[in-house]
């Protein structure tokens, strides 16, 4: 894999294969502290945090054949594939499916439309949602925090984990989009089929496309040339491979796949291992996945490495100035000791 740095030591392109805590003999003896292992060398350090969003992207059913017929949404290169493409190009007809009850797949089926996919077949499991956020706009609007306190001061993970699964209530597609496929839907190139599954789906090999049968059985497809997957990804930390070694040499309790992580959003109050993001559900709430997720949880994590590192190392000047320099950037006591200095 290539290597992109950005800066030397600030930003590089590896990929995390294993994440250890303990003594090392040579680097640290009385301190314990991280080896990160990745797929070019090791790591080590005080402190990690853990922003991987959630579990690699998984195809349901993933064929054996056929596999350059199926994309998951995540893993998208282009739209459509260069054999639908080709094609398209030759004036062939080409039609597609697209798995998934989300604002992606709404735009996927949307996007293949546009590019002269000629049908779309949009498949939902449930009933089409509109909604104008992925989470209830108390989620995320102006008056959160009672959401926020409510979801803070439960009694347990497992309250907490309801009320995820409550906010978030599966996909669901914004009004525009909804608009934008009754249009495509009145023209003839989409047919929108809710509470409705793949069954099977068979591969041949000569005509290259697949040949799909539905739950229900009351649709008949025509031969589809490629089917998309905009499934979404899981929340399971304990099938991450490079959380196995913390899993076992340090095990936490997980509710719904996510870790119950500390207030402090510790991996464990002995393991500064921090977690942003999805997996970090169980403390941040339904917002987790999405970017008001990210910033409360990046606000939080600062804080909490910032009482594991200590104010010495992170006031960078050094001495009192440094700490009310860096008390005033992070919005930490007084901003107006910092005012007095400069006056
Ligand atoms: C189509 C789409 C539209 C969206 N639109 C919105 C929106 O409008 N507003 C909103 O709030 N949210 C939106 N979201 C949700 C969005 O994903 C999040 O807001 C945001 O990307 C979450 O950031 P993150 O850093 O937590 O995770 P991610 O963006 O998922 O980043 C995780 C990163 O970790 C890397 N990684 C994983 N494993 C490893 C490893 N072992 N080693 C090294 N690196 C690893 C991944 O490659 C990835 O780069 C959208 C999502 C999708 C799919």
Redesign the pocket.
Same mark, same amino acid.
């Not at 922003?51 to 959630?54: I, L, N, R, S, Y």
């Given at each position: 894999m290539d290597r992109y740095n950005l800066r030397d030591n600030i930003v590089s392109h590896?990929?995390?294969?294993d994440i250890r805590f303990g003594y090392i003999e040579d680097i640290s003896k009385v301190d314990k502290i991280f080896t990160v292992r990745?797929n070019e060398g090791v790591h080590h350090a005080k402190t990690v945090v853990l *922003?991987?969003?959630?579990n690699?992207p998984q195809i349901p059913d993933m064929p054996v054949e056929g596999t350059e017929a199926v994309t998951h *949404?995540?893993q998208l290169k282009e739209m459509p594939s260069p054999r639908v493409r080709a094609k398209l190009d030759a004036r062939l007809s080409a039609n597609i499916v697209v798995v998934g009850g989300g604002?992606?797949s709404a735009?996927l089926a949307d996007l293949a439309i546009r590019r002269g996919v000629t049908k779309v077949w949009l498949l939902m499991r449930g009933p089409l949602k509109v909604k104008p956020f992925?989470v209830g706009l108390e989620w995320v609007g102006k008056f959160r925090n009672f959401e926020q306190a409510a979801f803070w001061t439960t009694d347990s993970v497992e309250e907490r984990w309801e009320m995820i699964k409550t906010a978030r209530n599966g996909g669901s597609i914004t009004p525009p989009y909804k608009k934008i496929l009754e249009r495509h839907v009145s023209t003839g190139r989409l047919c929108l089929l809710q509470n409705t599954t793949i069954k099977e789906k068979k591969w041949d090999t000569v005509s290259k496309t697949w040949s799909v049968s539905l739950s229900g059985g009351s649709q008949t497809l025509p031969r589809i040339d490629h089917i998309y997957f905009a499934t979404g990804v899981q929340s399971d930390f304990e099938c991450?491979p490079?959380l196995q070694t913390m899993c076992s040499d340090y095990p936490i309790e997980s509710c719904g796949g996510l870790p119950c992580i500390t207030e402090n959003m510790a991996w464990r109050d002995d393991v500064p291992l921090f977690i942003?993001?999805?997996l970090a559900a169980l403390q941040l709430g339904p917002g987790a996945?999405?970017?008001?997720?990210?910033r409360i949880g990046a606000e939080r994590i600062a804080w909490s490495i910032q009482d594991v590192l200590g104010a010495k190392e992170s006031g960078n000047d050094g001495g009192d100035a440094g700490k009310r320099r860096f008390d005033y950037l992070t919005g930490r006591g007084s901003r107006y000791d910092a005012l007095a200095e400069v006056m």
């Open positions: 590896e990929k995390v294969e990745t *922003a991987t969003g959630g690699p *949404a995540m604002l992606t735009q992925d991450l490079f942003a993001g999805r996945p999405n970017l008001i997720g990210a």
